[in-house]
């Protein structure tokens, strides 16, 4: 195990390898079809390159988790000494809301990008002003649990920590179960009858939620939603603080699958009377992905930092070195050439397409269920999806080599 004035190589993996997913599994070939005489959407992914369509939990519904429980991780690591003299707190929670907000900014700027749409149907360009900006998504949840999550680690000790844990998890329990008469009636079967959804909508408004859900009134990074999410950042906190204690190694990933065994067993249980949903980012999917994301912690610190096998690490070093640049750039580029018209199509469809032609010519928009060219289809978008991450790669390895690393 690398001395305590080191970088840990298994979390700087951890990092880049989650950075890395987020990028494959964020840009397919086609997300899927709708089948307008069977009225159901066709997926044109493989399940575990895809996200469960309500409760459950794939692969890829891990990602997102995983990446928040390596930020209370980080925390742990970066502010654990400089939080223990006081006179420091007032500087270290200043620099936290700064970084955090401007993660919060940038992912609101991210969102909008390129500030028009294209319009497949009709050809035709729209702006896109800000009174039409989502608020709620990705970067912005991550930059509200920064915010929140440094906040709590400067000023509480463990103890704590874990008391918070637990009030967040039975108080998230609660309040979605929290009914507004004459407003919706509690049904955590569907996205937008809950307290969560409810607040987007009076908060925000309509307009400054997720897109494609607006007339559904909600979005799956809700602003409650946030709250649980800071469970799984507190999930990364404790286990941080432990690892850096002073156990002994063998102790420290004992224990990492110890605290992330039992919570996937306490998440299993809770399942069957408050499901795992990634959308809700329910209390049981916290303590379902924290504690995987504890035990793929331990297994990656037994072979990396205890057994010395870092070279399938490098390449993942290289995405976690510049995380916030790998993924600005790879959803920036996206959003571009999804939005650039060429003829019938868009940059994005040309790419797509030219990668499927050389499988069948059906096109993605006409494969449905059962059909014989699906297995395909789904082929074809998962190779633009990892296509997709080499120029990133082969520009973050740049970066990487001219010690180039931007930080907010």
């Not at 001395?3 to 298994?10: G, L, M």
């Not at 959003?335 to 069948?360: A, K, M, P, Y």
Request: hydrophobic share 50%; proline share 4%; charged share 15%.
């Amino acid at each position: 195990m690398a001395p305590s004035n080191q970088r840990i190589v298994s979390i700087d993996f951890l990092r880049g390898l989650t950075i890395a997913l987020m990028i494959v599994v964020n840009n397919p070939g086609s997300w899927g079809a709708w089948d307008s005489e069977n009225s159901v959407w066709v997926e044109h992914l493989f399940l575990p390159l895809s996200h469960s369509h309500w409760n459950g939990c794939t692969s890829t519904d891990l990602i997102f988790p995983f990446f928040i429980f390596i930020v209370g991780a980080s925390i742990a690591f970066a502010m654990g000494g400089k939080k223990l003299d006081s006179s420091n707190h007032k500087s270290l929670i200043l620099k936290v809301v700064k970084r955090g907000l401007i993660i919060f900014a940038l992912g609101v700027l991210k969102d909008a990008f390129p500030y028009w749409r294209y319009d497949s149907s009709t050809h035709e360009y729209m702006s896109w002003f800000p009174d039409v900006w989502r608020i709620p998504g990705v970067l912005q949840r991550i930059g509200l649990v920064f915010i929140l999550g440094g906040i709590l680690f400067i000023k509480v000790n463990v103890k704590s920590l874990w008391l918070t844990l637990v009030a967040i998890l039975l108080g998230y329990w609660g309040l979605l179960y929290v009914e507004i008469p004459d407003a919706y009636q509690v049904d955590l079967t569907v996205p937008n009858k809950n307290l969560g959804s409810w607040l987007d909508s009076k908060i925000l408004s309509e307009n400054h939620l997720w897109p494609q859900s607006r007339k559904d009134g909600w979005d799956p990074e809700s602003l409650l939603g946030t709250i649980s999410a800071l469970g799984t950042c507190i999930m990364g906190m404790i286990a941080g603080s432990f690892i850096k204690g002073k156990k002994t190694v063998l102790e420290k990933i004992s224990g990492l699958f110890v605290f992330g065994g039992i919570s996937v067993v306490i998440a299993i249980a809770w399942d069957m009377i408050f499901p795992i949903n990634k959308i809700l980012w329910t209390s049981s999917y916290v303590l379902y992905t924290g504690g995987i994301a504890s035990m793929v912690t331990g297994f990656c610190i037994w072979l990396m930092d205890y057994k010395g096998y870092q070279k399938i690490s490098k390449p993942f070093i290289i995405f976690g070195s510049n995380a916030l640049t790998a993924y600005l750039l790879s959803e920036l580029v996206s959003l571009l050439i999804h939005n650039i018209g060429v003829g019938e199509s868009t940059v994005s469809g040309i790419i797509s397409d030219s990668i499927l032609r050389v499988f069948t010519d059906t096109p993605f928009s006409e494969v449905y269920s059962n059909h014989s060219e699906l297995i395909t289809i789904k082929l074809a978008s998962h190779i633009y999806a990892f296509l997709w991450i080499i120029p990133f790669y082969i520009l973050l390895r740049w970066m990487y080599n001219k010690k180039i690393f931007v930080k907010v």
